[in-house]
């Protein structure tokens, strides 16, 4: 590498002249030599050198310390002061200026080889922090993830731009507050306030972040649902814990994004369910009253030919059987009540047929008004406590079954309880899973939830919940 | 002789074709008129003030518990018979608390109906054996079950975290932050645990879960 350009600012010319000789001798390019403040400044506006050797008497109005820091805070050229002067005055304006040495005359030839090294050594270790500096800072104002760091009493150190955007903070108000005072956070879910970000890291053991379904309220009052977050340590070059950095990120969009897959999702799964229900609606109908009636009619039409003939009996007992056979069919693929009954009839109906073909025993309670519903809906329940049931019957190992139906206020609650082995979570997977996924679609197309819970040994509930706002708004749509 | 006017209201032709024939062997009736749909019953029952309406129930449009219910509404005397497949205690106990005078099913001797009809011109009620069979069962089933020893109260797990939890005055909120579940969650196990013990308030829930032991 070539050697450093040197610019040489001295009043002396028999001092200067003998500072090149012995400069470039060991190979330095003296850019200039020149004896004042104002022809140095106006020399480096169109040449820069790699160092500036400055002596502090100069020729003109400026002195060399005057230039140094000039040079320093406009070119940022490191300076090596050359002087004679070492009283305590000099000296100590000279060290307001930074400089990166400071020779005393008369001094040694490789007395300024060693400075004007070190200080170029130096200056390059100092340009490349700042350098590295700046780019972090930029990345760190620059990235959508919002990032706080807070000090060891968690006050708040530094915001970027995000954060400060989301919290609606400036930072000159924040800076040095207790983070909990800036950063407020609740839980969507359990509705707990005043969540400390800090709290998260030590409350729930070796999780580094905060719980998700956080919303942050901002100062003026704005709700942003944040999430992904991170909690990390900031240590210094001993490795002592001198504070915290928290990363989290505006969940608006995704959350935008998951509602709008969700109900899509809801959408589909509603227009299967319910082209399944009405195509088994049809043929229901078809078998009941198209091939039942017409049996019916034939029965009545073959009793009326001979009353007395056996064949004619026989034939009879033959359409009764074919009678009963498309009645049975048709109730299987859709019970005929659902459409002349309300829900808590057909569900005690669907208790009482299933109790008897099982030695389990069924109780059905019904309370509340008049569950009003559409016939969609009424399928729904229906279809939910048939699996349910059937689920208990397969593999619960129960003797007694409670399905309770009540509307309270908005909700209508249904659930189904047994006394049997219960749900664990193994072979949760492997029972009927088809089924739960069912009772949950159409508990979800009615805009309400599905829960299944278990204990080990104490039986097993199946509990839905629909508001019956969303029941109205589904039949209008 | 006035010969009975009958109506029919079937939605099914040859359903219709099958009574009129029926009825055609009695000299002293005489079918005055067919509907096919439950709106059509209504309005020929009102036009031709028949002695006798014949109602299927499962109709397209409005289904024949509804037709009975309006005719009885404005004529608590009308004489209805249905002739219906559903053998269902509920169809059966709906269209008796209605008022209807006799209920045949379809699939049943055309005897029965012959009879029904007969007995409910004659101003008795009439409900075929196979009718009488179901309504006799339900009412056994339900006498069954009320001698059922009402069952012990048994908590599951969860029921009993709640419970102690009320006891401890929290609410729905605090207690789904402190079980991990959603309030809504909570609210259908307070629910669910009111009606197993049969209280009207959560006060008295936890008294009487005290006084049971179950705390």
């Known amino acids: 590498m070539a050697k450093a350009s040197i610019l040489i600012i001295e009043d002396s010319f028999i001092v200067a002249y003998h500072l090149q000789a012995t400069l470039e001798g060991e190979g330095y390019a003296i850019l200039n030599k020149l004896d004042s403040g104002e022809s140095a400044i106006s020399f480096i506006e169109h040449t820069r050198p790699d160092l500036v050797l400055m002596d502090i008497m100069l020729a003109g109005p400026m002195d060399g310390i005057e230039t140094a820091s000039i040079i320093k805070s406009r070119f940022n050229i490191p300076v090596i002061y050359i002087t004679a002067l070492t009283d305590k005055n000099t000296i100590s304006r000279a060290k307001i200026t930074e400089p990166y040495g400071y020779l005393t005359k008369p001094f040694e030839d490789r007395e300024i080889f060693t400075v004007i090294e070190m200080a170029l050594y130096k200056h390059d270790i100092e340009s490349r922090l700042k350098q590295s500096e700046e780019k972090y800072f930029s990345t760190v104002n620059s990235i959508s993830d919002a990032v706080i760091t807070v000090d060891r009493e968690c006050n708040i150190t530094f915001m970027n731009p995000t954060a400060i955007s989301l919290s609606q903070w400036t930072l000159h108000d924040a800076l040095g507050k207790p983070v909990m005072e800036v950063l407020k956070l609740k839980n969507e879910i359990t509705k707990e306030e005043s969540i400390n970000p800090v709290q998260c890291l030590v409350g729930r053991g070796n999780q580094n972040r905060m719980p998700d379904d956080l919303i942050l309220v901002g100062r003026k009052g704005m709700q942003v649902p944040v999430g992904e977050s991170s909690l990390g340590p900031q240590l210094n070059s001993r490795g002592a814990f001198i504070g915290l950095i928290i990363v989290f990120k505006d969940m608006t969009e995704k959350r935008e994004h998951e509602r709008v897959l969700r109900d899509l999702q809801r959408q589909r799964m509603t227009a299967l369910i319910e082209g399944q229900e009405t195509e088994r609606s049809r043929i229901a109908k078809d078998l009941h009253d198209g091939l039942g009636q017409m049996l019916n009619a034939i029965k009545m039409n073959a009793r009326m030919i001979s009353v007395d003939n056996q064949a004619a009996n026989d034939l009879s007992n033959l359409l009764d059987e074919a009678i009963l056979e498309s009645v049975r069919i048709s109730e299987n693929l859709l019970p005929s009540k659902l459409k002349d009954f309300d829900i808590a009839v057909c569900l005690r109906s669907l208790c009482t047929t299933v109790e008897k073909s099982t030695p389990l025993r069924i109780s059905f309670q019904a309370r509340g008004c008049s569950f009003e519903m559409d016939q969609l809906e009424k399928v729904n329940f229906y279809r939910i406590t048939q699996e349910a049931l059937s689920n208990v019957i397969k593999h619960a190992k129960a003797t007694a079954v409670n399905v309770n139906l009540l509307q309270e206020g908005e909700i209508i609650h249904l659930s189904i309880e047994d006394n049997g082995k219960g749900v664990s979570e193994d072979n949760r997977n492997s029972i009927g899973k088809k089924g739960l996924v069912n009772m949950r679609d159409r508990a979800e197309i009615m805009g309400g939830k599905f829960i299944m819970e278990s204990n080990n040994g104490s039986g097993t509930i199946v509990m839905v919940e629909v508001p019956v706002s969303k029941l109205k708004v589904h039949a209008e749509a | ?215």
Not at chain 2, 86 to 91: A, F, L, T, V
Not at chain 2, 110 to 117: D, I, P
Not at chain 2, 142 to 158: F, H, S
């Open chain 2, 1 to 215: 002789m006035q010969k009975h006017k009958i109506l029919i209201a079937d939605d099914h032709a040859m359903i219709r074709q099958g009574v009129k024939s029926l009825l055609s062997r009695n000299k002293e009736w005489h079918v005055v008129g067919e509907a096919v749909s439950g709106a059509e019953a209504i309005s020929q029952y009102q036009s031709l003030k028949p002695d006798l309406l014949i109602l299927d129930i499962s109709m397209p449009d409005i289904n024949g518990m509804d037709v009975s219910q309006r005719i009885l509404s404005e004529d608590a005397q009308a004489k209805i018979i249905i002739l219906s497949m559903y053998d269902d205690e509920d169809y059966i106990g709906r269209c008796m608390e209605q008022g209807v005078k006799g209920y045949v099913i379809k699939s049943e001797t055309s005897g029965e109906l012959e009879y029904a009809v007969q007995t409910v011109l004659r101003g008795q009620n009439y409900f075929s054996s196979q009718v009488q069979k179901v309504i006799f069962n339900k009412y056994s089933n339900t006498v069954a079950r009320k001698k059922q020893k009402e069952p012990e109260i048994k908590l599951t797990t969860r029921e009993k975290e709640i419970v102690g939890l009320m006891s401890e005055g929290m609410t729905s909120q605090q207690m789904a932050g402190t079980l991990f579940i959603s309030p809504r969650t909570v609210e259908t196990h307070r629910a669910n645990l009111m009606k197993k013990a049969g209280v009207k308030n959560s006060i008295e829930l936890v008294k009487k879960m005290e006084k049971l032991g179950l705390l």
